[in-house]
């Protein structure tokens, strides 16, 4: 019996760590193909469609993240940022539901589910924050960390690239493309255009 508990103990365990890497990856690819991070993470398996560059970055800062001795304090750097993250994204949705009421929405939901689910992460958030002011500080500034590269890549037109990040960004983008088979794949905006559209209509 106890074999059981603890063999579907560790399959669960497996899928959660499973799930969670296949969907930072997902993060990665979706923000690459809109536009908010560089293209050559939009890169995907040609016959797998696999999001092979997003994978090599996640993979990269997981090493990264090795380097920090105490794993509790690197568990609570990610949990704050995750859900205080995950708390602005909902409060966005919250706004898209009353400014843009006829977007296309994949999963409908009553509304009181993101506010609870915002009410939950406010709490995630503001205890650690009150009781390890720093730490919590610090994960944040961590996490800020990412905006050069996010205005670099979003903000900052191509053509006023520097040089070097031209030549670096192209270079890297050949050799993906040759040694893991992928190509770059571009924004779909028939999704947009249709919803655009139906709005349009219904003002």
Known sequence: MYFVLFAYSGWDTLNYITEEVLDCERLYFVAAREGHLPQILSMIHVTQFTPVAALLINGTLTMFFLIVEDVFELIYYYSFSY????????????????????????????????????LCTACLTAIPAYTDSVNSLIGIAVTLSGLPVFVIGHF??????????????????KSLQ??????????????????SDTTDEQS
Do not use: A, H, M
């Not at 966005?92 to 609870?116: E, H, S, T, V, W």
């Not at 040694?179 to 999704?191: A, H």
């Open 178 to 195: 040759l040694l893991f088979y992928c190509v770059t794949i571009d924004k779909d905006d028939s999704t947009e255009q249709s919803s």
């Open 83 to 118: 859900w205080f993250f995950k708390g602005l994204t909902i409060i966005g949705n919250i706004y898209l539901r009353f400014k843009q009421p006829n977007r296309r929405r994949p999963l409908k939901l009553n509304l009181l589910c993101p506010i609870l689910f915002c």
């Open 156 to 173: 900052l037109v191509k053509t006023k690239w520097p040089p070097c990040i031209k030549r670096i960004t192209s270079k890297s983008g």
